[in-house]
T-cell receptor, first 111, second 120 residues
Framework: GEDVEQSLFLSVREGDSSVINCTYT??????LYWYKQEPGAGLQLLTY???NMDMKQDQRLTVLLNKKDKHLSLRIADTQTGDSAIYFC???????????WGAGTKLIIKP | EAGVAQSPRYKIIEKRQSVAFWCNPI?????LYWYQQILGQGPKLLIQ????????DSQLPKDRFSAERLKGVDSTLKIQPAKLEDSAVYLC??????????????????FGPGTRLTVL
């Protein structure tokens, strides 16, 4: 079946870049999303990329898509303490258009 | 534009009791979703509505969970009776999309703050 995999934790120093990775199995997914979840809060859409794009940049966020390797990444430049959260990768299923979610990557910021 | 509203934010009940959650989607959003998020996992879709009709409830445990969206706007999700394993955050999301397979903007799901349920 369709699956999305993420590492559970990532620890970076404040000011460094964070790169959160996601691999998936459904090569037909057309839209791939990154959501952020802060403690006690709902899911906040950060950005999404269409499958015919390789890269999308939005201020400190850069999304890279490698369709051949079925690999999606989110780079956060100049990571700040406010970036501490769980980051979810989600793909729109090509079969029923619902979202398939990863388990989330907890980003830990070291001072 | 107001976001997705949910209430209550927190609920603590004992097993075998019943509980109800309420969601008010973003105005004009035709599609509404209820998700269950267990600690350490991604959201799991429970039910999807298009206006006041059910699109998909294949993962809803129908022996104890029910949901409705009578007028195509607000929705309620009920659990009766609750079990310990129902402890989770219940998230509501909505999109503008009226047709499956819309573009990235219309299909983008916007989430409410969630209701954290603890079953003792």
């Amino acid at each position: 079946g369709e699956d999305v995999e993420q590492s559970l934790f990532l620890s970076v120093r404040e000011g460094d870049s964070s790169v959160i990775n996601c691999t998936y199995t459904d090569s037909s997914s057309t839209y791939l999303y990154w959501y952020k979840q802060e403690p006690g809060a709902g899911l906040q859409l950060l950005t999404y990329i269409f499958s015919n794009m390789d890269m999308k940049q939005d201020q400190r966020l850069t999304v890279l898509l490698n369709k051949k390797d079925k690999h999606l990444s989110l780079r956060i430049a100049d990571t700040q303490t406010g970036d501490s959260a769980i980051y979810f990768c989600a793909l729109r299923s090509s079969s029923n258009y619902q979202l398939i979610w990863g388990a989330g990557t907890k980003l830990i910021i070291k001072p | 534009e107001a976001g997705v509203a949910q209430s209550p934010r927190y609920k603590i009940i004992e097993k075998r009791q019943s509980v109800a959650f309420w969601c008010n989607p973003i105005s004009g959003h035709a599609t509404l979703y209820w998700y269950q998020q267990i600690l350490g996992q991604g959201p799991k879709l429970l039910i999807q509505f298009q206006n006041n009709g059910v699109v998909d409830d294949s993962q809803l445990p129908k022996d104890r969970f029910s949901a409705e969206r009578l007028k195509g706007v607000d929705s309620t999700l009920k659990i009766q009776p609750a079990k310990l394993e129902d402890s989770a955050v219940y998230l509501c999301a909505s999109t503008t999309s009226r047709l499956a397979g819309g573009d990235g903007d219309t299909d983008t799901q916007y989430f409410g703050p969630g209701t954290r349920l603890t079953v003792l």
